[in-house]
């Protein structure tokens, strides 16, 4: 079997390659492995609703245990895995390992948690993501109200038959649909009236960079205030320190997360995250 994939790699690689070229082989090579052989953990980062300060969400981000490389970050193969389709297969496993850890943890701790999962615009081109949803949902016994998956604009502008048809029916099914990384793709904003979405993720690109930046406040109020007026909630994210805070809650803003709250963790980990946060 070694020997196999070895034959297969020199029969892949050539000489003119470049060094980049040949890792990049390398990597999808292993990748099209990793979900058989378990390499794929999931972290999960905290939101923090800014009325009570309480945790009231979850964010799963995936991770790759490479054998060798070690912890492979999300931006290095869910890129891969969209060129060679093997994120659809990724995007399942997220799911229902998602929802199974969460629900287990919101039935330990009798917490209110949302989930929110990140999918990538290749899965809504597919026309069983519905149905996996439905399934991770009903594998976890996890009220489809709690599931919150994050598209990007990219995936909206596309905008084929398949994921209208696919967004109005997960919206029908009770599932949240939140915009990720909002105004920072190349799209406008009509998609915002077009599908049922729930909630925008403000980038971090939207934050204060100093507590006197100008107009910034201004800017974020604006932006807030057009989202709930749309019945939206507003998240923003990768708040890292105090002064962005400040800034957020005199805006409107819903959440907050970020490594000023929390780094994305280990589930063995979030569960102790969450019981102190709402001591304290
Ligand atoms: P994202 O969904 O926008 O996730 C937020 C990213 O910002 C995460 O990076 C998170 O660790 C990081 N972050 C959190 N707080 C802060 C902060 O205070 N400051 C800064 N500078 N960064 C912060 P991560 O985990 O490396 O993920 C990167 C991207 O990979 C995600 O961006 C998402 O687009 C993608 N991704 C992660 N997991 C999945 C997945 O399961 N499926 C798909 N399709 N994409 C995923
Ligand atoms: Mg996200
Ligand atoms: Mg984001
Ligand atoms: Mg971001």
């Known amino acids: 079997r070694a020997k196999d994939a070895g034959g297969t790699r020199m029969q892949f690689f050539s000489a003119e390659m470049s060094v980049e070229t040949k890792n990049r082989m390398a990597l999808e090579l292993d990748l099209r492995e990793a979900l058989e052989r378990g390499e794929f953990v999931l972290h999960y980062q905290p939101r923090i609703c800014l009325d009570d300060d309480s945790p009231c969400g979850v964010e799963a981000l995936i991770r790759w245990n490479h054998p060798s490389k070690g912890l492979v970050p999300p931006n290095v193969f869910i890129p891969i895995a969209e060129t060679t389709g093997l994120i659809c297969k990724i995007g399942n496993w997220v799911l229902r390992q998602a929802c199974e850890d969460v629900q287990r943890l919101i039935d330990r701790l009798g917490t209110d948690l949302v989930l929110s999962v990140n999918v990538s615009p290749v899965q809504l081109r597919s026309p069983t993501l519905c149905g996996e949803v439905r399934q991770a949902l009903q594998a976890a016994g996890m ?20 994921s209208q048809q696919l967004l109005r029916e997960l919206g029908d099914i009770g599932v949240r649909l939140a915009i990720d990384d909002f105004g920072t793709g190349y799209a406008g904003i009509a998609y915002l009236r077009q599908y049922p979405i729930d909630v925008v993720k403000l980038d971090r690109a939207f934050l204060c960079p100093t507590p006197k930046a100008d107009g910034c406040l201004d800017f974020i109020r604006a932006v807030t205030e057009m989202c709930h007026s749309l019945g939206m909630r507003v998240v923003a994210e990768g708040v890292e320190d105090a002064d962005m805070l400040r800034q957020l809650l005199r805006s409107d803003c819903d959440e907050a997360q970020g490594y000023l709250f929390a780094q994305p963790m280990p589930l063995a980990k979030l569960g102790d995250y969450i019981i102190d946060r709402q001591a304290s």
Do not use: N
């Open 143 to 162: 009220d489809t109200h709690r599931l919150e998956l994050e598209l990007t604009e990219s995936g909206l502008i596309e905008d084929t038959d398949t």
